[in-house]
């Protein structure tokens, strides 16, 4: 029989591995199945909820409102990679997907990305009650922008899916706003970085995270935010002989890879929340 203590640290091992998992699962196409990407995506969605739940979820439900803030705020931000779970398995790239499936994919990240934005708003109100107001501030004003870009790329891009002919070929309305839909993703992708790294630096202002594990986080989310400036800086046409896997800027803004950062910050938050103290 597992000790509480047990369950605690296997709780927070699985939600700091749930992203990249969640990317391993989305990857194998072979999966898409009909039936078994079904229940694989079911197996890994039970897992990540009963581990959040476990490590501090369930502190929602306290008394103290900082307690339920933090719980509410780590659920949000863990909660997008639970959904590409349950809902990606075997998708692979838009390439190897249907247009159906591409249209499900995008409207899953609009989902995502009212759910990531969401985590952030509130985890802004936890950093304020515990005192810190200044980078949990830069941080909110970064996420607030980057939302609502989100939700327009995503649903441009779902347009796009949608007007697919016979040939596979966009319409040619939607095709010309592919600069402007190029320079909205890596707007988006940039202040959601910049938001990841000014909410970490704050939480270790607050004492909720360790200040050697709150420079990790700042510096590879800064190195991102840099790698992506360039692209923009490039754009409309980003070194156009180099193919994108070469462009560290191009592939940082794949959408569901700035939200791996949040995603371990929303372990941390479950971590503290389930603490009866609220620290570790």
Known sequence: MLSEQS??????????????????????????????????????FVAISAAAWTLGARAIRADAQSRRQLALAGTLLVA?????????????????????????RYLTLILVAILAAGGFVMLREALSEAGERFYSTLGFAAVILAGPIWVVWNALTFAGYSTLDQGGE????????????????????????????AYSVSLARAGLLGRKASLAYAILNIIALSLVVILIA???????SMPWYAMPGMILCIPALPLIMPSLLGAVLLRRAGNEEGKA
């Open 7 to 44: 369950k605690l640290r296997i709780s927070y091992v699985v939600l700091c591995a749930t992203p990249f998992v969640a990317f391993g699962a989305v990857l194998a196409r072979p999966l898409r199945i009909p039936g078994v990407y079904h229940v694989i995506g079911a197996v890994l």
């Open 80 to 104: 997008p990679f639970a959904m590409l779970a349950l809902l990606w398995v075997g998708l692979g790239g838009p390439w190897a997907a249907t247009a159906a499936e591409n249209q499900m």
């Open 170 to 197: 966009m319409a040619p309305t939607i095709v010309a706003l592919g600069p402007f839909q190029n320079l909205l993703l890596s707007l988006a992708v940039a202040l959601t970085y910049f938001g990841a790294a």
């Open 234 to 240: 490039q754009l409309p046409s980003p070194a156009e």
